[in-house]
């Protein structure tokens, strides 16, 4: 069978895939192969984590085979979590998933600052691409990495720390995959916390552009969701952080009361809504996390998504571009002046905020961000139509787009948006001066 990405808009390369369970095999794996490329929940949807590929969505085109070339899979790995409560790290498996990560910490006691809305993402592919939350005061979901150990282009095993390496680490974060094989990660984290989730419906556009920065800052984490018709934004989600689970004596936060936040049951004109909601209308809330208040632990709030949900049936298409904060009103009409292109094409938007950070290749590198995300319905060629109408649209606000979503950007714009790009490229040149980790995608965006 073709190996595709999650929304099989995607046609890879054909190659061996390979699941070595020791570091040791892994080296030998790489040391024996002419291009290398690791394969996460395969949630872009982009080539970025292919080795080569094109776009199929409807099946059709044929796949070309490379047998000198290695795809590899982390899953089977031997790298057991290691919990450091004195530092305050978790040391895990690369490959690891997001709603297991989160479901042994929380056992643990510890969290995470802040998680991605889908718990089914490998923990390495969303650092790597500068995936996010949301949050005001939230960095990406890669500002919690502290320590890497990789893999390298002549199978050798290298380290790097936070602490030690500041100016090469912040490069190899976020890597787009062409470092190296990264094999394990040391995260940052915190007392586990309880959090309570509300939603509000038809916050008028009107009263979001008038009070955005009060809007965004009401709840630890916020999303909004627009389909950018009639004049409103279709929900607010509010995620609240309530208190420390160890502060609630280890009681089952299913037994639990809500806390009383005395929230209004109106909202700059939106309404609260009276029962569990989905994002798109007439889509079942089941396998939602919970809303209405109802508390519980972070990682049951903070995903959009519940852990043991079988996640959307990846029957869309997804594209996302970040602006500075700075430009988030004139923006957000900007792209709300193309509604009339939306009303066939588009299932839902969501508008969130980034802290700014370090990292070289993330979306808020020295600024902080909003992220204005598009689940298209599957219809390629409606969405590469639209596609260049929403980048026109934010071309004058220092749009950059996500990593592994759809964008056809020109690659000397997206080179430009980063002022670490130089530096980045020296930094491939010189770990993989024969290039065993790039790809297609790697040459258009990063060597142009």
């Not at 061996?16 to 095999?25: A, M």
């Not at 936040?261 to 809330?285: I, M, N, W």
């Not at 089941?286 to 995903?303: E, I, K, S, V």
């Amino acid at each position: 069978m073709a190996l595709r990405n999650w929304s099989e808009n995607i046609l890879f390369s054909s190659a061996p895939i390979h699941e070595p369970q020791t570091v040791e095999q892994l080296q030998e794996i790489v040391r024996a192969s002419r291009k290398v490329r690791v394969l996460g929940a395969r949630h872009s949807f982009n080539d970025a984590a292919a080795i080569d590929a094109q776009v199929d969505v409807d099946g059709t085109q044929e796949v070309n085979e490379d047998t000198s070339a290695a795809y590899i899979s982390l899953e089977k790995l031997e790298a057991p979590l290691e919990f450091d409560s004195e530092r305050g790290t978790v040391t895990c498996n690369a490959g690891i998933t997001y709603g297991e990560l989160c479901t042994r910490l929380n056992a643990e006691g510890m969290a995470l600052h802040n998680t991605a809305s889908l718990p089914h993402i490998s923990v390495a592919g969303a650092c790597s691409t500068a995936t996010h939350g949301s949050g005001d005061g939230n960095g990406n979901l890669a500002t919690a990495v502290v320590g890497l150990e990789m893999v390298t282009a002549d199978g050798e095993l290298k380290s790097l720390t936070l602490e030690k390496d500041r100016e090469e680490f912040e490069g190899s974060v976020v890597s787009l995959g062409g470092l190296g094989v990264v094999t394990r990660m040391t995260l940052s984290t915190e007392p586990a916390y309880l959090m309570q989730q509300y939603v509000y419906e038809d916050l008028p556009s009107a009263e979001l552009y008038q009070n955005f920065d009060e809007i965004m800052s009401k709840a630890y984490s916020v999303s909004l969701f627009p389909d950018w018709q009639g004049g409103v934004v279709n929900q607010v989600w509010f995620k609240h952080r309530t208190g420390l689970v160890n502060g609630r004596n280890g009681q089952d936060p299913a037994q639990l009361e809500p806390v009383d936040l005395a929230l209004p049951s109106e909202l700059y004109g939106a309404r609260a809504a009276t029962t569990h909601v989905h994002p798109v209308p007439d889509f079942s809330a089941d396998g939602l996390t919970l809303q209405m208040g109802m508390p519980g632990p972070w990682h049951d709030r903070l995903h959009h998504f519940q852990i043991d949900s079988t996640p959307a049936s990846g029957d869309e298409l997804q594209t996302e571009y970040f602006v500075p904060r700075a430009h988030a009103v004139p923006a957000l009409q900007a792209v709300e002046g193309l509604r009339d292109r939306f009303s066939s094409t588009l299932w839902i938007s969501e508008i969130r905020s980034v802290a700014a950070d370090r990292l070289w290749l993330s979306q808020s590198y020295a600024t902080p961000t909003i992220g204005i995300h598009f689940s298209w319905r599957k219809n390629w060629p409606a969405v590469r139509e639209v596609m260049p109408l929403v980048e026109e649209a934010l071309a004058p606000f220092e749009v950059r787009p996500h990593w592994g979503k759809l964008f056809s950007i020109p690659p000397r714009q997206v080179q430009a948006a980063y002022p670490k790009m130089e530096d980045f490229r020296d930094l491939l040149r010189s770990s993989d001066p024969d290039g065993k980790f790039r790809n297609g995608y790697l040459d258009r965006f990063v060597f142009g």
